[in-house]
């Protein structure tokens, strides 16, 4: 994001609203939202978001918390409501001589490995996104870092090299699963300090090469904005192509305040994908949930007609968000991917606070600048040093609370609010092989000691079922995995009969879901964090007196896999059966 320029236009305009509390926020995270599916979005589409803040924002004090209200990890919280990737700024040296740092998050190299760690312990793919500036790089500027002062183009591609090589040996060390790098950030018209399409090619060429070199899984992304710009793209990716450059996604920047329509995105991604054979992707969105300012530093968008394409609500950021994201599918297999910028930027304080807001902003890097990074940019930062331009772009409250919008990177895929259901209407069953009929029993795993699937006669329905019973004390279990399920609340449905049970006696019914998408490497923690289970008790009430169970919802994100279990736990002699097991995903 060109952070300058908006900021300082920003500054020039009345924010005493910004000065009041917000009630407003508490009726946001209610609203219910209308968004059609993208048809046909491919599984492996990541849908990410950068949050390259976090760190600096929870040493500020910042807590972000479960739709419950309940605190939790951000990580968790954001796979948990679909979003499959995460985006990591890279700066060379955000810091003064004293130690001191620029803010934006402080990130430099071991931040942000700490940020790809906890990513890929939730689950979660890594884009490394390499700025080669000691601070924000975009259109306006694109310094050179403080150790590369006086660098000829050639020094410069070397260093840059070097730089990107030795920061991804860290992270393939640390087997984080870096999904995509980028070599330079919004780079229009410069990267590293050197303009000129012979510079910029050289330096791109190099970090290219390190990535080739040192993760090599991972797709090489050059990141320009400005789409909106007629030839614009057409003529970058020909200047590319004239020198040869390698690399294999073509990203954009695409805010709906500023680049045009999505039908012009889709038209100058399209023609970079089909004349170059490149991928393209939108690396930075977003859009306003309010106009009011959080924390007493003045926002980027603070005035209705700065945001007129969409409503300014949770629902605007949805549409604004599926929106893009259609735009991207739209052409077809080379759109690889969005992601939304900087969704989880709070707050530190109340807009009432401003003077101990400032003490956190300077202290741990938690707003856009602090006043240490005016000695490598004084005509930005050094005069516009503060807090969050962006607390009301966030997908989160201000209290750290997810907004309805969160929910966005599940609903793109499944839809919701099209068509109203009926409450009492639920689809079929997700389940095959419930009933036990036919080639239904070979769809189940059985262990354990007691339980037999075939004909019985007190069957619920057909002729088939599972049937317990023992002469000793017995336990055992059966289960199904059911994989490729679309992402919504689902419910375990069974009806079951029996009886001579004892006290103790336990029969229960349990789906569990469980990630498909983690990497081979990533931590027990990652798998246990998107695990997730619903259960509920069967009854052995007497011989045909059936009764039927359903569990809770269970919640099933994008690209998990749902084990429906049957497990019992049963003293000699106890008997009954079970059938017409299901799996319904919930309206």
């Not at 329905?461 to 992402?487: C, I, K, P, R, Y």
């Amino acid at each position: 994001m060109n952070v300058r320029p908006l900021i300082a236009s920003a500054a020039a305009l009345t924010v005493a609203a910004s000065l009041a509390a917000i009630p407003a926020v508490a009726d946001t995270r209610t609203s219910d939202l209308t968004v059609p599916a993208v048809a046909d979005l491919p599984d492996d589409f990541p849908l990410g978001v950068d949050v390259s803040s976090v760190l600096s924002l929870e040493e500020s004090g910042v807590v972000f918390r479960n739709t419950d209200g309940t605190p939790a990890d951000l990580f968790d919280v954001l796979a948990e409501h679909g979003v499959t990737d995460v985006r990591v700024r890279v700066w060379n040296d955000p810091f003064d001589t004293n130690g001191n740092g620029y803010g934006g998050g402080n990130v430099g190299v071991e931040r942000a490995l700490e940020i790809g760690a906890r990513a890929d312990a939730a689950g979660l793919g890594v884009l490394v996104n390499f700025h080669y500036s000691d601070f924000w790089a975009d259109p306006g500027k694109q310094q050179t870092p403080k150790a590369w002062e006086g660098f000829s183009v050639h020094e410069t591609a070397s260093a840059v090299y070097d730089f990107t090589a030795d920061t991804l040996v860290r992270f393939v060390d640390a087997d984080i699963d870096v999904r995509m790098v980028q070599v330079g950030n919004e780079t229009n018209s410069a990267v590293a300090g050197h303009s000129g399409w012979n510079a910029m090619a050289a330096i791109f060429s190099a970090g290219s090469a390190a990535v080739r070199d040192t993760a090599p899984e991972a797709q090489v992304a050059l990141h320009f904005t400005n789409p909106e710009r007629a030839g614009q793209y057409a003529s970058f990716a020909a200047e590319l192509d004239t020198r040869g450059v390698d690399y294999d996604v073509f990203a954009s920047s695409y805010y709906p305040f500023w680049h045009g329509s999505t039908e012009n995105l889709t038209e100058v991604l399209s023609h970079v994908a089909t004349t170059y054979d490149k991928n393209v992707a939108v690396v930075e969105t977003s859009w306003a949930y309010t106009l009011d300012d959080g924390d007493g530093h003045e926002n980027t968008i603070v005035r209705e007609e700065q945001a007129a394409a969409y409503p300014v609500s949770p629902q605007g950021q949805a549409t604004a968000f599926r929106d893009v994201v259609q735009a991207v599918a739209d052409v077809g297999p080379a759109g690889v991917g969005v992601y939304y910028w900087e969704p989880a930027w709070l707050p530190v304080g109340a807009p009432t606070d401003v003077e101990n807001n400032r003490i956190l902003w300077e202290r741990d890097g938690s707003g856009w600048a602090s006043s240490w990074a005016s000695e490598y940019d004084p005509h930005d930062a050094g005069v516009w040093h503060g807090g969050s331009a962006v607390d009301n772009q966030a997908l989160f409250a201000f209290d750290g609370t997810p907004l309805p919008s969160l929910r966005i990177f599940d609903l793109v895929r499944t839809g919701e609010g099209e068509d109203p259901t009926d409450d009492d209407e639920r689809e079929p069953s997700w389940l095959p092989g419930g009933g036990f009929e036919g080639d239904g029993a070979a769809q189940w795993t059985l262990e354990g000691t007691g339980g037999s699937i075939g004909w019985h006669a007190d069957a619920f329905e057909g002729e088939n079922a599972l049937h317990v019973w023992h002469d000793a004390d017995f336990t055992g279990s059966l289960s199904q995995t059911v994989s490729g399920l679309a992402a919504g609340e689902y419910v375990a449905i069974a009806t079951s009969q029996g009886g001579d049970t004892g006290s103790e006696d336990t029969v229960v019914l349990t789906a569990t879901a469980t990630p498909t998408h983690l990497p081979p490497q990533a931590s027990p923690r990652a798998h246990l964090a998107q695990t997730r289970s619903a259960e509920t008790p069967l009854a052995f009430d007497g011989w045909r007196a059936y009764r039927t169970a359903e569990t809770g919802p269970l919640r099933v994100t994008h690209r998990q896999d749902v084990t429906v279990t049957i497990s019992w736990d049963l003293s000699a002699g106890a008997w009954g059966t079970i059938d017409d097991v299901r799996l319904i995903r919930l309206p």
